[in-house]
Nanobody, 117 residues
Framework: QVQLVESGGGLVQPGGSLRLSCTGSITITSIYAVTWYRQAAGKEREMVATSFSGGTASYGDSVRGRFTISRDNAKNTVDLQMNSLKPEDTALYYC???????????RGQGTQVTVSS
């Protein structure tokens, strides 16, 4: 199973931006699907964005138009650019990979994002 590590979380004011990165123990930018999820305290997990190896992406309704997911082959990261952040974006964000091989599947520990004034 691939080992994933997220980074880039922190405290930001409403309206601000953060960029999260997910990297792994293998070349994650070639994996079929890499998804950012989030889970706020007391709430269910929510799909934020998925990047597919063919170049397409999908977004959750609550973040569409504000967040952008992208793959950086040079850095071996899948990044999540988050703009116009709202307090309701506060959550633990983690990445998950789903590939054609079992060895390509994994989930990171997460990075905390807190949006507060």
């Amino acid at each position: 199973q691939v080992q994933l590590v997220e980074s880039g979380g922190g405290l930001v004011q409403p309206g601000g931006s953060l960029r999260l990165s997910c990297t792994g123990s293998i070349t994650i930018t070639s994996i079929y699907a890499v998804t950012w999820y989030r889970q706020a305290a007391g709430k269910e997990r929510e799909m934020v964005a998925t990047s597919f190896s063919g170049g397409t992406a999908s977004y959750g309704d609550s973040v569409r138009g504000r967040f952008t997911i992208s793959r950086d082959n040079a850095k071996n990261t899948v990044d999540l650019q988050m703009n116009s952040l709202k307090p309701e974006d506060t959550a633990l964000y983690y990445c998950q990979t789903n590939g054609f091989l079992g060895s390509e599947n994994g989930r990171g520990q997460g990075t905390q994002v807190t949006v507060s004034s």
